[in-house]
């Protein structure tokens, strides 16, 4: 749907939009984006305009998770910071990264950029928020290499099909999401990364990796939540050891599944 927004335009009314921004996929269901200035603080930001109304229990979850990300700061996350309606159309309002472009998946130096993938969700995962619908179309690497991980509220509605093959069974079946979810998504990532191909149930790695690892990635995409990891402090290390040949491993603590956190609304 066209929703015939225009550069200079007071909308919604503490903001005025500058110009589309290059983020949109060119398929249905999905998000029409603006960078937009604050009329009063004059920082930019990302407004992601819902191009079809979201159900209200939808978007009751959707506010509900952006009221959890409030106090969670971490250089490498990105966070929506407002959930809006104005004239019957929802928004999602985030920090606009300037000089960036999308995680490459392909990348020659892409065990950096993992790692601080690892390294937020983690401290995500320790504080109990998930992202939920993590895919590399919501991953961005500025231009020092630092990443920025954005979309936690993002609905699923409004993900293109290509990226939705990232996001588990049960967030495609409309649960609201946890860490499992996380470990899923990442799976798939990891998986593209290390086969050169996409995750599917009789999918092979090409490239020889340890057997361990390799068992952790199967575990990580299962359609089952219960067979995944609950945290991804031994996937660091498995992974450290692949990419550097030595120990990664990171004090943590073991983070709670789901089932067993109970969040502050």
Known sequence: MNLQLREGQVFPKQYVLSKRSALDPDSPGSVESWVATHNQTGDRVLIRFMTTSLDNDTWSSVNTRVSRLKGLVHQNISLSVEAGIENGLQYLVEPYLTDYQIFDLDHPKIWPLLRQVLEALTYAHNLGIPHGTLSPSNIMVDASGLVHITGF???????????????????????????????????????????????????????????????????????????????????????????????????????????????EI
């Not at 999918?203 to 359609?223: G, K, N, T």
Request: net charge negative; hydrophobic share 35%; aromatic share 8%.
């Open 153 to 263: 509220a993002q609905p699923t509605a409004t993900y293109p099909g290509d990226q939705q093959t990232y996001l588990s069974p049960q967030v495609l079946a409309g649960r609201d999401p946890g860490s499992d979810d996380d470990i899923y998504s990442l799976g798939c990532i990891l998986f593209r990364v290390l086969a050169g191909k996409p995750w599917g149930k009789d999918a092979e790695l090409d490239l020889p990796i340890d057997a361990h690892l390799e068992q952790q990635l199967r575990a990580m995409v299962s359609e089952s939540p219960f067979e995944r990891p609950s945290t991804l402090v031994e996937l660091r290390e498995s992974l450290g050891n692949h990419f550097e040949g030595t120990s990664t491993a990171i004090e943590s603590v073991a983070f709670s599944r789901r089932s067993s956190f109970v969040p």
